[in-house]
C-alpha cells in the first residue's frame, strides 16, 4: 500500500510543484500535471480537483502563466504555459523548496545532514 | 485509446452546469478532467457509468461547487484581506474624525492629534489600500491609461485631503496645497478622464454629461472659495457684527442722556467703566490697523497660539494686552452687576470667565472663541473675532446702563 502525503504537508508546495512541471514541459493541461505528479511521486501525490485548480488559477491571476484554449475530443482543453514572468519566478520558486526541503532535514535527520556537509 | 462520446460528454456538461459552474474557464478545465479520468478508467477495464460514478464518488456530492468556491476563494484572498483591512481602515478613520468633532466641540485637549491620525488613517491607509484593490479587482496593468486616471484622481484626492488637514490644523502653506489641489483636479485629473469616456463606447454620452457636470460644479465652488479667500475679512459677519456695535454706541448714548437728565451723580461712576472699555478699544483697534497694515505680530501670534493643541489658555501670553484691558473692564463690570444675577451672567459670559474661571476677564473670551474664529490663511478671523469682542464690551455697557436706568425708573 502506497503512503500518500498529506494535504496539510503539501499545501506551500503545490506552486513550486506546478510551476516546476511547467518549465519542464512547456505547456500542460490539468489532467496532465496530475498524472505526472503521480508518476514522478510514485503515487504519493495525488493532486486532486480541490487542490489543483484554485492554484492554475492563482497562478493565472498573477500572472505567472497564460492559458490557451484548444479543441481535442470534442471538449475544450485548457494549457497552461508559464510567462516570462512566470520563467523567472519558477526558479525562485523552486530554490526556495529546495532550501525549504534542506532545511527540513536538518531538522529531521541531523546526522544525515551533518554527513551531507561534511561531504 | 478510449474517446467518450458527444452524448457522455454531453452528460458530463450537463451536471457541471447543473452545479452552476462558471468561474472564468473552471467549466472548461473540469470538463476535460472528468472526462480524462473517465477515459482512463474505461482503459483499465471498466465500463462508462462505473467509471463515471466512481469518478463523481471522489469529487464528493458538493465537491464541484466546493471545488469553484475554493478557486475564487484563493484567487481572491488578497482582495478578500485587502478589503477588510480596508473596513478596519475606514471604521478607525471615521471614529477618530467623530472624536475629533466631540473633543472640538468640548474644547478638550488632543483634538488637533486627533483630527491628524483621523486624516492619516483616511489618506493614507483608506486610499492607497482602495487604489490597490481597485487595480487587483479590475486587473488594471500600472501603465494602463485607465490606471493612470485612478492614479492622479488618487494623487488628487489625497492632496485635497493634506489641503484640508493644513487647513483644519491651521499650518502655514494651506493656500498652496490648495492651489495645487484645484490645478490638479481641473488640470490633470478631468481632461484624463474626459479622455477616457471619450474611448470608451460604453454609455459615452451620460458619462460624458456627468463628467462636465462635475467639472462645472467643482469649477464654480473652486472660483466661489477663492473668490471668498482672497476677501479682506468675512464681510456678511464683520458688516452684522459692526451693524450690532453701532446699534449698541447709538444705544449707550441714549441711555446717558437718560441718566444725566435723572441722576448726574452716576455719571462719575460710569467714567472708570467708559475708561476701561476706551483702553480696550484702543487696543482693538490697533490690532486691527495693525492686521490691515501688516505692520503688527499679531497674526503670527495667533497663528502659533493655534498651533498649541494643548495650550493653557489662561496662562499663556499671547493677546496679553487686550486680556489686561479686558479683565480691568469685567473687574469694574462686574460690580456693576449688584444683586442683578442675569447681569452678572451676561458680563462673565460676554467678557469671558465662564464656569472654569479664575475670574480673570478676558482670558476664555480671548482663548477660547479664538480657535473657532480664526479663517486659514487669512488674518480675516482675528479681525472679526476683535470686532465681536469689542461689540460684546459695548453690550456689556449697554446692559449696565440699561440696567441703571430701569432702576432710576421709580424715583422718577
Redesign the interface.
Known amino acids: 500500500m502506497r503512503n500518500k502525503i498529506s494535504s496539510e504537508l503539501l499545501k506551500g508546495s503545490l506552486k513550486p510543484i506546478v510551476m516546476k512541471l511547467l518549465k519542464e514541459n512547456d505547456r500542460m ?3 496532465e500535471i ?1 498524472q505526472r505528479v503521480d508518476e514522478l511521486s510514485k503515487g504519493k501525490i495525488v493532486l486532486t ?2 487542490a489543483l ?6 497562478l ?2 498573477d500572472g505567472i502563466v497564460i ?1 490557451e ?1 484548444e479543441n ?7 494549457y497552461y504555459k508559464l510567462t516570462p514572468k512566470g520563467t523567472e519566478k519558477s526558479i525562485e520558486k523552486i530554490n526556495e523548496l529546495e532550501e525549504f526541503i534542506r532545511t527540513m532535514t536538518l531538522i529531521l535527520k541531523p546526522d544525515i545532514s551533518l554527513g551531507i556537509c561534511a561531504g | 485509446m478510449c474517446r467518450l462520446n458527444e452524448q457522455q460528454i454531453s452528460d458530463i456538461s450537463a451536471r457541471l452546469k447543473a452545479d452552476q459552474i462558471c468561474y472564468s474557464h473552471l467549466f472548461e478545465d473540469l470538463l476535460d478532467h472528468i472526462c480524462c479520468d473517465i477515459e482512463d478508467k474505461i482503459e483499465h477495464g471498466i465500463d462508462y457509468n462505473n467509471a463515471y460514478k466512481s469518478v463523481f464518488e471522489k469529487i464528493g456530492l458538493c465537491g464541484l461547487k466546493e471545488i469553484q468556491e475554493a478557486t475564487i476563494f484563493y484567487v481572491k484572498l488578497n482582495l478578500i484581506v485587502m478589503k477588510k483591512f480596508m473596513n478596519v481602515m475606514a471604521i478607525a478613520g471615521t471614529i477618530l474624525l467623530a472624536l475629533t468633532l466631540v473633543f472640538k466641540t468640548m474644547h478638550w485637549p488632543g483634538g488637533s492629534m486627533l483630527m491628524l491620525l483621523g486624516f492619516l488613517v483616511i489618506f493614507l491607509g483608506f486610499f492607497p489600500i482602495g487604489l490597490l484593490n481597485l487595480k487587483k479587482e479590475l486587473s488594471l496593468d500600472f501603465l494602463s491609461g485607465k490606471f493612470f486616471v485612478y492614479l492622479i484622481g488618487f494623487i488628487t484626492l489625497v492632496e485635497t485631503g493634506a489641503a484640508l488637514m493644513f487647513t483644519a490644523m491651521q499650518w502655514p502653506g494651506t493656500k498652496y496645497l490648495t492651489i495645487i489641489s484645484w490645478v490638479l483636479m481641473l488640470f490633470l485629473f478631468f481632461p484624463m478622464l474626459f479622455i477616457q469616456v471619450l474611448k470608451n463606447d460604453k454609455n459615452r454620452i451620460t458619462n460624458l454629461g456627468l463628467v462636465i457636470f462635475a467639472f462645472i460644479f467643482i469649477g464654480i465652488n473652486i472660483v466661489s472659495s477663492y473668490n471668498k479667500q482672497v476677501s479682506p475679512y468675512n464681510t456678511v459677519s464683520y458688516t452684522l457684527i459692526t451693524q450690532e456695535l453701532n446699534y449698541y454706541k447709538t444705544a449707550i448714548e441714549d441711555e446717558y442722556i437718560l441718566i444725566r437728565k435723572e441722576n448726574p451723580r452716576a455719571i462719575d461712576t460710569l467714567n472708570q467703566l467708559d475708561n476701561a472699555l476706551e483702553s480696550v478699544e484702543q487696543i482693538v483697534n490697533k490690532y486691527h490697523e495693525g492686521i490691515l497694515n501688516g505692520s503688527t505680530d499679531i497674526y503670527n501670534v495667533s497663528q502659533q497660539f493655534m498651533h498649541k493643541s494643548n495650550i493653557d489658555p489662561w496662562n499663556d501670553n499671547s493677546f496679553r494686552e487686550l486680556k489686561t484691558a479686558l479683565n480691568n473692564y469685567g473687574v469694574l463690570a462686574i460690580n456693576f452687576s449688584n444683586e442683578n444675577k442675569t447681569l452678572k451672567h451676561l458680563i462673565e459670559n460676554k467678557l469671558g470667565t465662564g464656569p472654569l474661571t479664575d475670574k480673570a476677564f478676558g482670558n476664555s473670551c480671548i482663548s477660547w472663541e479664538m480657535r473657532t474664529f480664526l479663517s486659514p490663511g487669512t488674518p480675516v478671523g482675528i479681525y472679526t473675532h476683535l470686532q465681536q469682542i469689542l461689540k460684546d464690551v459695548y453690550m456689556v455697557k449697554y446692559e449696565i446702563m440699561s440696567d441703571l436706568t430701569k432702576n432710576l425708573a421709580p424715583e422718577l
Not at chain 1, 72 to 78: A, D, E, K, L
Request: glycine fraction near 8%; charged fraction near 15%.
Open positions: 493541461y490539468g489532467y496530475t480537483y480541490g485548480y484554485p492554484v492554475l488559477h492563482k493565472e491571476t492559458t484554449q481535442v475530443n470534442n471538449r475544450t482543453r485548457v
